[in-house]
């Protein structure tokens, strides 16, 4: 199980690198991991040319935006490696936000 709190649910959001271009929830998403990622295999991946798709790493959550969605993104596949962390969830922008509004205020 991985948890974040209703203030780290707020920074997540407040936060995505891709706020100015991912227009679609449903194909904006985080990876949330329970401890950061592995540098040297976020390094590795972030040598290869997923374009369109994008990725960003910030502390324990990986944003991406995969404007033609996720089932064919080989970069979705890529940042599935336990390399990366041993396990982890992935959730659209959609859920992330209602996710947040359920928690309500700090």
């Known amino acids: ?5 209703a203030p780290e649910l707020a920074d997540i959001a407040a936060n995505s690198p891709f ?3 991912a227009t679609d929830g449903a194909r904006h998403f985080v990876v949330f991991l329970p401890s950061e990622p592995d540098a040297a295999a976020l390094a590795e991946l972030a040598d290869q040319d997923f374009a369109p798709d994008r990725f960003s790493a910030r502390g324990r959550e990986i944003y991406a935006w995969c404007p033609n969605g996720m089932r064919d993104s080989s970069m ?16 659209n922008w959609n859920t992330v936000t209602k996710l947040l ?3 309500g205020p700090d």
Do not use: K, S
């Not at 199980?1 to 709190?5: A, F, L």
């Not at 979705?76 to 959730?91: E, F, I, K």
């Open 19 to 21: 706020a100015d271009v």
């Open 76 to 91: 979705m596949r890529a940042l599935a490696d336990p390399r990366l962390a041993a396990t982890g969830t992935v959730r």
């Open 1 to 5: 199980v991985i948890v974040r709190t």
């Open 101 to 103: 509004a359920l928690a």
